[in-house]
Structures are given as structure tokens and as C-alpha cells.
T-cell receptor
Framework: DAGVTQSPTHLIKTRGQQVTLRCSPI?????VSWYQQVLGQGPQFIFQ???????GRGNFPDRFSARQFPNYSSELNVNALLLGDSALYLC??????????????FGDGTRLSIL | AQSVTQLGSHVSVSEGALVLLRCNYSSSVPPYLFWYVQYPNQGLQLLLK??????LVKGINGFEAEFKKSETSFHLTKPSAHMSDAAEYFC???????????FGAGTRLFVKA
């Protein structure tokens, strides 16, 4: 079975531009989470979606938004890009949201570089 | 609020030596704890998880971790390091609502031949 897939793998943008990152969860997984991992740090939680609704949001500005589609795939959008947005963006899926013991399965991420 | 502290940003061991990666957590309720490994240019892979029950948790690749409530610790160990264990390791705690996983800053493990 295919794991979590993310596209594109690498992306270069300039300040002020907008970017859309995509994620396809493992088949049957209904929950998708997004994380930002700055070089040398642990992943920071951005969003979690379950059944197409936002269920959790981290401490990120409104420039960050996301959505989940009927097939449970998800997009992360970032507007007005800043140099500090340069990071590895990770998508993770899990079977359900209920029960904090559900481990998340991670994709390989999208490396976003802002010039 | 829940938090995770990993002691030591870098750990270096010789091949065949004991691996010990330290993690302390802060939580007002019984936590769910995880260890993940990240190889270069890849996402995170789950090594093991603690939910409830047995305090010694066995994971993949010979790793195990012991949950000690009195010390609020969840240290990761492996009896004998292998070159392929060289990677970044993250300790994480899941909040009770299941909405997010909070990660530590990570510990990079170096294995010397």
C-alpha cells in the first residue's frame, strides 16, 4: 500500500508569493495533519483536519490555511511568503482522530525555500 | 500545556555500544508518548509508542523505551548501536484531545566505526 505522498518534493519561491502544498493520506485514513520543520528543529504543528473539518490549529499566522477534500487529501496554502517560511513541510495521516494514541504516518515532506 | 525536552542535541557512540537518548515530558494528564526517527531527506518513522499498561515499550530495529512517571521520562535505548542507526530522533507527546503531536527539538545520533 502507498504511504503518505506529498507534492512537490522541492519548491523555490520568492518573498511575497503564495504557495500550495499537497498531501494524499494513506488509503482509509481520514485525519491529516500538517507540520513545519525548520532546519535543526523538531516539527511544529500547524493544522489537523478530520472529515474535512479543521480540528486543531497551531500558533501560526493567518497567512497559513488548509483544507481537506472529500477524498481526504489535503492542501496547505501559505500567502505572502516570508524568508522565515523556508522549511520542510510535513504531512501526516492517521486512521482516526479519536484517541490520542493514534500514531501518525508521515510523508517525506516538501522542502520550501524562499529567496 | 504539554511539552517535551530532549537532553542533548547530539549524541555520539561507537558501533556496538549502548545507545541512550533522553526525553522528559511535561503533562498534567497521563500522556501518550512516541519516539520517531528521521533519516536525511525523509519524513518521520514511528519507532515505538507508549499508551497505557506496560512501562517498557519495545519498538522496531531493536529500540525500546521505558516510561517512568515519577521521573516524567521516556528515554530511548538500544543495547548495541549499528551504523544504520545514525539519524535524528524525536520524542513526542500527544495531547489528550488527539489534535496534535508535540515534538522535542530532536537528538542527532552519530555512530562511529
Amino acid at each position: 500500500d502507498a504511504g503518505v505522498t506529498q507534492s512537490p518534493t522541492h519548491l523555490i519561491k520568492t518573498r511575497g508569493q503564495q504557495v500550495t502544498l499537497r498531501c494524499s493520506p494513506i488509503s482509509g485514513h481520514k485525519s491529516v495533519s500538517w507540520y513545519q520543520q525548520v532546519l535543526g528543529q523538531g516539527p511544529q504543528f500547524i493544522f489537523q483536519y478530520y472529515e474535512k473539518e479543521e480540528r486543531g490549529r497551531g500558533n501560526f499566522p493567518d497567512r497559513f490555511s488548509a483544507r481537506q477534500f472529500p477524498n481526504y487529501s489535503s492542501e496547505l496554502n501559505v500567502n505572502a511568503l516570508l524568508l522565515g517560511d523556508s522549511a520542510l513541510y510535513l504531512c501526516a495521516s492517521s486512521l482516526v482522530i479519536w484517541g490520542a494514541n493514534q500514531p501518525q504516518h508521515f510523508g517525506d515532506g516538501t522542502r520550501l525555500s524562499i529567496l | 500545556a504539554q511539552s517535551v525536552t530532549q537532553l542533548g542535541s547530539h549524541v555520539s557512540v561507537s558501533e556496538g555500544a549502548l545507545v541512550l537518548l533522553r526525553c522528559n515530558y511535561s503533562s498534567s494528564v497521563p500522556p501518550y508518548l512516541f519516539w520517531y526517527v528521521q533519516y536525511p531527506n525523509q519524513g518521520l518513522q514511528l519507532l515505538l509508542k507508549y499508551t497505557t499498561g506496560a512501562t517498557l515499550v519495545k519498538g522496531i530495529n531493536g529500540f525500546e523505551a521505558e516510561f517512568k512517571k515519577s521521573e516524567t521520562s521516556f528515554h530511548l535505548t538500544k543495547p548495541s548501536a549499528h551504523m544504520s542507526d545514525a539519524a535524528e530522533y524525536f520524542c513526542a507527546v500527544s495531547d489528550t484531545g488527539g489534535f496534535k503531536t508535540i515534538f522535542g527539538a530532536g537528538t542527532r545520533l552519530f555512530v562511529k566505526a
